[in-house]
């Protein structure tokens, strides 16, 4: 059965020996198995979390990581399910002290095959074409056993997991009303540069005087920060490696410990990082200049697109880190008002824009891309999409 993650090689060898261990371990060691897929899993999530540029300064638990690529629109509540089933049944595999029950094991594989599959066609070719599942049978495998198989994955196919999947419903509808009643991506931030990251912080909180948030150990720095009268994160400058500059009796070091408090603060992220700037989508002031001239705030930025959201009509406009000047719009937007080009642009990083399945199994955010070599032609196409009527 190896060869039906053998595609998994593609992205991850270790992942793909993984897999190998898992089966050969499936139907003899269940609950060995079981905490095997549990970390499979992990691996894949940690992957995406890298892709989406998500990975903060500060680790994260397996759980932690799986809700924040949800409440980031990065994988959908299918994906969701998939992920934390496996998460829970795992766990319950390394804590308990009876044997894991073998309909789990089953089951775990197939929703193993199914986020392999996923992470394929997303990430590495959107044209994959996936292998059939087939179930998985022991190597000394009779009729019996196999029909028996068949019924322990039934519940499966059927969507008709144990009483943990509806727990995950419920813990997913949580989820959901927490996520709509946060503040939407295109909230107002403000962005702090130190030390080649770049950190975008809620512009509610930037607005907080200084010594009302939770920024323990820099008590003597907020107090020099004051002195030159700066009392708010808005009043900081953009970039804070020379601001120590400023203030007396402040290092690079208290720097540093400031810095790290901004990180933990609710609500900031970063944007990009040494490990990741030389493959973020770059804006030098020109074509930033270009934007905002046009009417267009910035509302994301990862290594894969910068997010624009004009202040009026609300259109959203992706710029890619192509060499040529790279802009995404809407689809409708492109059908309604622009000449379509041949061939749609396909990214998890058009996270507002409508998924699109195709022959692919896994549906994808696409829009159409425009290229332009001045940058009067692009401010001219951009003031006609900051033109169009307002989205209702």
Known sequence: MALLFEFVKDFSIKLADLAVRIEGKMFEEPQAALMQARLYNEEIVKLISEEEEM?????LKH????HKLFRANAIDEEMYMKFEWIRKKGNK?????????????????????????????????????????KVPVPLRSTAASVEDIERFIQPYVDQKLDSMWAEIHRQLDDLKSGKEASPSPSTA????????????????????????????????LLSELARVGMNSLKQLPGSLDQLHMELRGIGTHSMDKFWEQLLLMKGTEIVSDMKTAANTVQLNDEIYNVFTSA???????????????????????????NKQTTVVIHPDTAAAHFEIPEKPNYSTALRRFPKESEDRKTPISYGFSYKFDHSSDLRDFLMKVGSLTKIN
């Not at 759980?63 to 799986?66: F, L, N, P, V």
């Not at 267009?296 to 609300?314: G, I, P, Q, R």
Request: proline share 6%.
């Open 55 to 59: 990975e903060t300064v500060y680790a």
């Open 63 to 66: 759980g932690e990581r799986i």
């Open 93 to 133: 595999a390394v804590h308990e002290v009876t044997d894991a029950n073998m309909t789990d094991m089953l089951q775990a594989h197939r929703l193993l095959f199914d986020i392999s599959v996923w992470y394929m066609q997303v990430y590495v070719s959107h044209t994959f074409e996936a292998p059939v599942y």
């Open 189 to 220: 931030v403000i962005q702090l540069r130190y030390k080649n990251n770049t950190l975008t912080i809620p512009d509610e909180t930037a607005g907080k005087p200084l010594k009302e948030l939770p920024l323990p150990g820099c008590k003597y």
């Open 295 to 321: 009417g267009f705030v910035l509302s994301n930025k990862t290594k894969k697109a910068a997010e624009f959201e004009h202040k009026e009509n609300e259109e959203i406009v992706y710029l890619l880190p």
